[in-house]
């Protein structure tokens, strides 16, 4: 192509571009106009992504949790069965000198060695008398009929003293326990069915408080702990009651479930309830510090605190709770279901569980 032909396209791009009014310069600022509009949508949907991910955080943040559930891992084993068959109904009461101790129902209290699982003998006791505790060296008796507590001495039987409460006949059924005890230093607390506890200052062999507690026919379960000079009993259906001798004051606890269970131990009383719940109640402020869950397809039972431990007795399960974290810990199925009156005793590093349908004593190695 020869430069006059070039020449003459030059002119000609120049006469149509003059033709159809076009600005080189208006161009160019248009062209920066789109491209500043491109940016400015660009921002603004970085900025919109941005807002999105913080209202997302915050409604992460803002959401209620919901709690972690733990399977407690089983841990334990039944060590040894021990049959008694001589007893009507056994219930095992404590652990102390070596011996594990479990009243018959039948006036008779049976020794079980600890080392070798098996009955070392039995101990007659005086007509109409149960074995209701353990300790301080001593066996403390009940009498329904006579209406007696009693200290026996643990190699004989022999009534050492004894003290009059009051008598109690009604009851629903004859392996009913009319009087319950618990122990706390000097002081011999008494659970009368169904709604009195009287309070005995044993040195001086005098009753010096004596409580009413809810209402006639309240009571499903007769049950007493002791405790920093405060005692925790049944006050309703779904209720405890925290008596309090210095001032005479009934404290009522709504727990949400019956009572079934109390026990005193790492400075709190522990109370099961049978909407499958542990209270921890302190004895100073009257109120409960912590609700442990139990195994909801377990209906909970006796309680007992030994080796470091709160124990609780659900229908066939054995429920280990540690008292620093407030929760099950480990668990471990013991028998049948339905264990009629099983209670618990805690000691020499084991936990004892009676069954007075079978007739036996179940030794339980939590180590396993």
Same mark, same amino acid.
């Given at each position: ?12 791009? *120049? ?6 009014? *076009? ?7 248009? %062209? ?14 970085? %900025?919109? +992504? ?18 972690? @559930?733990?399977?407690?891992?089983? %841990?334990?084993? /039944? ?6 068959? !001589? ?16 009243? =018959? ?31 301080? =060296? ?12 009693? !200290? ?25 326990? =009319? ?5 706390? =230093? ?27 507690? +809810? ?14 000079? *405060? ?18 004051? /009934? ?10 269970? @109390? &026990? ?24 409960? @510090? ?6 909801? !397809? ?8 030994? +080796? ?19 929760? @099950? ?19 020499? +590093? ?5 069954? &007075? ?12």
């Amino acid at each position: 192509m020869t430069l006059d032909r070039r020449m003459r396209q030059a002119g000609a791009s *120049v006469r149509r571009y003059a033709e159809q009014e *076009v600005d080189p310069v208006a161009m160019l600022w248009r %062209l920066r106009t789109h491209q500043r509009r491109r940016s400015r949508q660009a921002a603004v949907v970085a %900025l919109v +992504g941005l807002a999105g991910l913080v209202a997302a955080a915050v409604l992460v943040v803002r959401a209620p949790r919901q709690p972690e @559930v733990l399977t407690p891992p089983g %841990l334990g084993r /039944v060590a040894a069965t021990i049959a008694l068959p !001589q007893a009507p109904f056994p219930r095992v009461v404590g652990v102390a000198d070596g011996l594990v101790w479990v009243d =018959g129902d039948n006036a008779t209290a049976y020794r079980v060695d600890l080392q070798s699982n098996r009955v070392a003998g039995s101990l007659r006791l005086p007509a109409g008398s149960r074995l209701a505790a353990v300790g301080r =060296g001593s066996l403390w008796l009940t009498n329904d009929a006579a209406g007696t507590v009693s !200290q026996a001495d643990p190699s004989t039987g022999t009534i050492l003293q004894a003290v009059n409460v009051g008598a109690v006949q009604e009851k629903s059924h004859p392996h009913q326990e =009319g009087l319950r005890l618990a122990l706390d =230093g000097e002081v011999v607390w008494v659970a009368r069915l169904q709604n009195e506890v009287v309070r005995i200052d044993w040195a001086r062999a005098t009753i010096t408080k004596r409580f009413t507690v +809810g209402v006639p026919g309240s009571a499903r379960y007769d049950l007493i702990a002791a405790g920093g000079g *405060v005692a925790v009993t049944h006050g309703g259906q779904q209720d405890a009651a925290l008596l309090d001798p210095q001032t005479g004051k /009934v404290t009522t606890v709504p727990l949400g479930g019956t009572l079934a269970g @109390v &026990a005193f131990g790492a400075g709190s009383f522990w109370v099961s309830a049978e909407n499958y719940t542990l209270a921890r109640i302190d004895p100073a402020s009257r109120r409960v @510090v912590a609700i442990v869950a139990l195994d909801p !397809q377990h209906l909970p039972g006796a309680v007992v605190v030994g +080796g470091d431990a709160v124990w609780v007795f659900a229908s066939g399960l054995l429920q280990r709770i540690d008292p620093a974290a407030n929760r @099950v810990v480990h668990t471990l199925a013991v028998g049948p279901q339905e264990v009629e009156a099983g209670r618990l005793a805690a000691g020499a +590093g084991a936990v004892w569980l009676s069954d &007075a349908t079978a007739r036996t004593l179940l030794h339980i190695d939590p180590q396993g």
